[in-house]
């Protein structure tokens, strides 16, 4: 089966470079570097993005995945996946990592958007402080209504392990990532997608109100759904998968890994494992192409 993957992070030098730069331990930036590759066993990017985006495109056809929707997942990577989307030749869609409160976002988006050079953005209201239905959010999504761009807005629970080795505070507060938030601002801007990931990271009721009240909301499944392990009883990816078809419908739900590093790559065992609930749940195969690649290829405009 031919996939699109909706849900996966570059990660390319830059990124690195700008974690490494910000993180408060001791040390220079490529010590820093050093140590989180020494504690993890990554393998980090030693080229400049055209260099990391052959690496991506070779594991595309290794695994044979058609597209994947690839994130700047700090504001200092956008320039590298924008550059990459746009020499890849199809094969990537590039959304950044953006901060509404920050001055000029809003207007830089609207450019970004107007050129072709992104799909949409990835925003984090628990890690920035702020409501999606918010003021400060407002100038942002009415960009997006505009350009009928595509929104992440991640809810849940929100656990970063590069910035946690880093030593970077946790400051996320999950009383700014509740899906339910979505509902005024997919409302009012009905032009604009806005999509939930990892089925609403431990919020499944409330992604699922969402998706119910709202028509321009869409979930996705990507990561290792680990949250499912705080749901009492504890939930299966089966139920999960359930729960989202019914109130969503096949055309709404996507098809994500939150793939991001080497030597892992591109995570087919969660393609598998995805594949597998669908069809214990008795999903055919057309529903399963909606959900593996044919709503991805719609939002997306793929010809």
């Given at each position: 089966m031919q996939v699109v993957d909706f849900h996966s992070h570059f990660f390319g030098r830059s990124y690195f470079e700008a974690l490494a730069a910000q993180s408060p331990l001791p040390g220079t930036?490529?010590?820093?570097?050093?140590?989180?590759?020494?504690?993890?066993?990554?393998?980090?990017?030693?080229?400049?993005?055209?260099?990391?985006?052959?690496?991506?495109?070779?594991?595309?056809?290794?695994?044979?995945?058609?597209h994947l929707c690839s994130f700047a997942s700090l504001p200092e990577e956008a320039p590298d996946v924008i550059e990459a989307a746009a020499r890849s030749q199809g094969r990537l869609s590039a959304f950044v990592l953006v901060n509404p409160r920050v001055?000029?976002?809003?207007a830089k988006v609207d450019a970004w958007l107007a050129a072709g050079k992104i799909r949409g953005v990835l925003l984090f209201p628990a890690l920035h402080h702020y409501r999606i239905d918010?003021?400060?959010?407002?100038a942002l999504c009415e960009v997006l209504g505009?350009?009928?761009?595509?929104?992440?807005?991640?809810?849940?629970?929100?656990?970063?392990?590069?910035?946690?080795?880093?030593?970077?505070?946790?400051?996320q507060d999950l009383r700014h990532a509740d899906p339910l938030h979505l509902i005024p601002a997919a409302n009012a801007f009905p032009n604009a997608r806005f999509v939930i990931p990892h089925f609403g990271a431990g919020f499944l009721r409330e992604t699922l109100f969402a998706g119910a009240a709202c028509p321009n909301v869409f979930v996705d499944s990507s990561s290792s759904n680990s949250w499912m392990a705080t749901q009492a009883p504890r939930a299966t990816l089966v139920e999960v998968f359930a729960r989202a078809l019914e109130v969503f419908g096949p055309q709404r739900v996507l098809f994500g890994t939150d793939s991001n590093t080497f030597p892992a790559g591109w995570r087919r065992d969660r393609w598998e494992e995805q594949h597998r609930a669908l069809t214990d749940l008795g999903v055919g195969a057309t529903d399963q192409e909606l959900v593996f690649r044919g709503n991805a290829r719609r939002l997306l405009g793929l010809a």
């Open positions: 930036p490529a010590e820093k570097l050093a140590a989180l590759a020494a504690r993890t066993g990554l393998e980090l990017p030693q080229g400049g993005p055209l260099e990391h985006l052959a690496r991506w495109t070779a594991e595309l056809e290794k695994k044979h995945v058609e001055e000029g976002v809003a918010g003021p400060e959010a407002r505009r350009h009928a761009a595509i929104a992440f807005v991640h809810c849940g629970l929100l656990v970063v392990k590069l910035r946690d080795l880093l030593g970077f505070p946790r400051v």
